[in-house]
């Protein structure tokens, strides 16, 4: 497993931006697909964003495409979600993970950061 450690939450207006980092451990980065998952009080952990390791593609939940972008740096050992014109139902803790494989589930991902607010005000 990979050592998550996620950055940059905060609370920001309406129609603001925040970038949120997550800083990985172990040798074999570059090989994990790294996703963003959120959860709002009383609701379920949902998909964000991933992208892959082996050629970086991107992929994104409908409700943030064209607002969020996902990056890595695999010399860093960091993966990015820049997240641009945020609305109020953005508000949710936020959560790195990684693994071997693709996927929108949680639960097929077996590496987590332990998360950071999000908070965007109306």
């Known amino acids: 497993q990979v050592q998550l450690v996620e950055s940059g939450g905060g609370l920001v207006q309406a129609g603001g931006s925040l970038r949120l980092s997550c800083a990985a451990s172990g040798r074999t980065f570059s090989t994990y697909v790294m996703g963003w998952f959120r959860q709002a009080p009383g609701k379920e952990r949902g998909f964000v964003s991933a992208?892959?390791?082996?050629?970086?593609?991107?992929y994104y939940a409908d409700s943030v495409k064209g607002r969020f972008t996902i990056s890595r740096d695999n010399a860093k050992k960091t993966v990015y979600l820049q997240m641009n014109s945020l609305k109020p139902e953005d508000t949710a803790v936020y959560y790195c993970?990684?693994?071997?494989?693709?996927?929108?589930?949680?639960?097929?991902?077996?590496?987590w950061g332990q998360g950071t607010q999000v908070t965007v005000s109306s």
């Open positions: 992208v892959r390791g082996s050629d970086g593609s991107t």
């Open positions: 993970a990684a693994d071997a494989q693709l996927s929108v589930y949680p639960s097929d991902f077996r590496s």
